[in-house]
Nanobody, 123 residues
Framework: QVQLVESGGGLVQAGGSLRLSCAAS???????MGWFRQAPGKEREIVAA????????YYIDSVKGRFTISRDRAKNTVYLQIDSLKPEDTAVYYC?????????????????WGQGTQVTVSS
């Protein structure tokens, strides 16, 4: 069984930075990992994903150049560095793990989810 715990969210001014962490318990070394977000009144969307090895990453267009996903296999932790924050980045951010791998990028069908961490960006 895999459990995911996010941390690092908060209130930040536009242009600021945050680093979200996702600590995993269980064997996630062979899992793809992703970060999703859900803003009020909107559907949840994937933001970034990273392959099992960490050698491949994926970002949606709106965050390219501002968000960086990484994973530390020794710590079993996935990170999302968020720079140049914008008010439209305000959302609950979720970490997810995908064991049932299909094709890259892995944007759907994630198997395990964290509880989420709130990111609020003030203008």
């Amino acid at each position: 069984q895999v459990q995911l715990v996010e941390s690092g969210g908060g209130l930040v001014q536009a242009g600021g930075s945050l680093r979200l962490s996702c600590a995993a318990s269980g064997r996630t070394f062979s899992y793809a990992m992703g970060w999703f977000r859900q803003a009020p009144g909107k559907e949840r969307e994937i933001v970034a994903a990273i392959s099992q090895s960490g050698g491949r990453t994926y970002y949606i267009d709106s965050v390219k150049g501002r968000f960086t996903i990484s994973r530390d296999r020794a710590k079993n932790t996935v990170y999302l560095q968020i720079d140049s924050l914008k008010p439209e980045d305000t959302a609950v951010y979720y970490c997810a793990a995908k064991n049932s791998l299909s094709s890259w990028p892995e944007t759907k069908g994630y198997d395990y989810w964290g509880q989420g961490t709130q990111v609020t960006v003030s203008s």
